[in-house]
């Protein structure tokens, strides 16, 4: 069964840059789409980026230009780059997986099979 493990977060200041990693132990061939979720205190978990297994990405409106989502060749490894980083960016980043591609429901959470337990970020000044 597919394992996800978040790590990386912290606390740093507004401006600053921060790369989260998700680790996928063993066989991470089952998993076509890849992607990080965003759950601030009291609301929802909100997409913020995804990645195909052929590599193509897709990013939230709130965050273009300034993440970038990446995996390495053996799809094992998710990160999340984040620059300009801003209090609204603050939340809880979590890493889901998918066993088919990210097509359009890409945002939606409920379409995804595997989470991992989370790693928290905060901005503030």
């Known amino acids: 069964q597919l394992q996800l493990v978040e790590s990386g977060g912290s606390s740093l200041q507004p401006g600053g840059s921060l790369r989260p990693s998700c680790v996928q132990p063993g066989d991470a061939s089952g998993a076509y789409c890849m992607s990080w979720f965003r759950q601030a205190p009291g609301k929802g978990r909100l997409v913020v980026a995804s990645i195909d297994g052929d590599d193509r990405t897709r990013y939230a409106e709130f965050v273009k230009g300034r993440f970038t989502i990446s995996q390495d060749n053996n799809k094992n490894i998710l990160d999340l780059q984040m620059n300009s980083l801003n209090p609204e960016d603050s939340g809880v980043y979590y890493c889901?997986?998918?066993?088919?591609?990210?097509?359009?429901?890409?945002?939606?959470?409920?379409?995804?099979?595997?989470w991992g337990q989370g790693t928290q970020v905060t901005v503030s000044a």
């Open positions: 889901a997986a998918r066993k088919r591609y990210c097509g359009s429901l890409w945002r939606l959470d409920s379409q995804y099979d595997t």
